[in-house]
């Protein structure tokens, strides 16, 4: 048996910044009010025309892990890739990165556990390196939110939320079992799917009559996300103490030994309670969510990176990983740096 432990991470934003006052020309809202509710000041959207898509942010950030990590592109072995907004319906992006950082015929696997997908996406290359398959897996987690929101004051609920952006990080063989991936814990709980979702184009929607109207089409919000945002964060708040809990119980540590937690950035509030309730300072949460509102999947590789390249994770630290999101899913993982 091996560890995994991370060796390169790297992430890309798009360039265009979008601050709530702009939003506030598009619909009703204001940046009090979306401060005060999310602590997100601006996010980046791509601009139509620079060729930025999910795939494309991916292998941008995906470049910079795989140069951090030392490896030769030849030498990973496997790819694995989170998102909830890919390119095409199918295939996934797993593939696309496979051609277009030219890499060897290796796997890729695309993950659909939207927030939390880049800590299951760690907790699947974990186990490949773990049972010794694979020596060097690539995990992306990567979001272009902004195509597909509704920018209109009916959408502002959500689209004020979200941005555009990707993490990526090198998960390679360590030999010694006490360093690296320690653990990783993850929760479903499919009962309250559709509290947070986007109906279509799932196979599904022609099923989903009651929010679709044939005669009035304009009326169809299916293709929209659809959150009930006071029922995500009372959940959101219960799971994530408990997968927290659960990883640092599950290797004999307590709150006390947290050196940094890099929660997803779903809302700065969500991050703060937890903040309070593990009695952690400010110096142990990072928080970017001011700078690029909530990238899901990628948040955690991004806010990972960034605390990386500020030298907020050293060598030895005891460094905790956290989501929560649509499915419901949830994770933890607890990583010995
Ligand atoms: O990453 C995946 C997991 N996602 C989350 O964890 C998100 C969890 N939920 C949240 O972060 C919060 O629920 C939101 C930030 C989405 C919303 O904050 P809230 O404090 O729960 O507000 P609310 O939905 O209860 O809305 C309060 C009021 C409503 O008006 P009335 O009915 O009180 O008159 C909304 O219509 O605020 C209104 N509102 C807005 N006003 C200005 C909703 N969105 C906006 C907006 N600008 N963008």
Redesign the pocket.
């Known amino acids: 048996m091996y560890n995994s432990k991370i060796t390169g991470l790297g992430y890309y934003v798009p360039e265009n910044v979008v601050t709530n006052d702009d939003l506030s020309k598009l619909?009703?809202?204001?940046d009090a009010?979306?401060q005060e509710?999310?602590g997100i000041k601006e996010r980046r959207h791509v601009v139509k025309g620079d060729g930025d898509t999910t795939t494309t942010m991916g292998v941008k950030a995906a470049k910079i892990a795989i140069e951090r990590s030392g490896l030769d592109k030849d030498e990973i072995d496997f790819v694995v890739f989170a998102t909830l907004s890919p390119d095409y319906y199918f295939p996934g992006p797993g593939v696309l990165v496979q051609r277009d950082l030219g890499l060897k015929t290796v796997g890729a696997l695309d993950v659909r556990n939207?927030?939390s997908g880049f800590v299951y996406a760690i907790s699947v290359a974990d186990q490949f390196i773990k049972t010794g398959m694979y020596k060097n897996v690539l995990v992306i987690g990567s979001e272009l939110h902004s195509t597909g929101l509704d920018m209109t004051t009916r959408g502002?609920?959500?689209?004020?939320?979200f941005g555009d952006g990707a993490g990526a990080a090198v998960l390679s063989r360590e030999e010694d079992t006490t360093k690296g991936i320690l653990s990783t814990h993850l929760h479903s709980e499919g009962e309250h799917a559709e509290e947070?979702a986007l109906i279509a184009p799932g196979m599904g929607k022609r099923w989903v009559t009651d929010i679709l109207s044939e005669d009035n089409p304009e009326e169809d919000t299916s293709y929209f996300p659809h959150?009930n945002?006071?029922f995500?964060?009372k959940n959101?708040v219960v799971r994530f103490s408990e997968v927290i809990n659960e990883g640092l119980q599950a290797n004999g540590l307590t709150a006390s030994d947290i050196d940094l937690l890099v929660p997803?950035q779903?809302?700065l509030?969500?991050s703060q309670f937890i903040q309070q309730k593990f009695k952690l300072n400010d110096d142990q949460v990072f928080n970017n969510i001011m700078k690029y509102g909530?990238t899901?999947a990628a948040s955690i590789p991004i806010a990972l990176t960034e605390a990386w390249e500020q030298g907020k994770v050293k060598k030895d630290d005891t460094v905790v990983l956290a989501a929560?999101?649509?499915g419901f899913t949830w994770a933890s993982a607890i990583i010995k740096w």
């Open positions: 619909m009703d809202t204001n009010w979306i509710r999310t939207q927030c502002r609920g959500v689209s004020v939320i947070l959150m945002g006071q995500v964060f959101a997803h779903a809302n509030r969500i909530n899901t929560f999101g649509s």
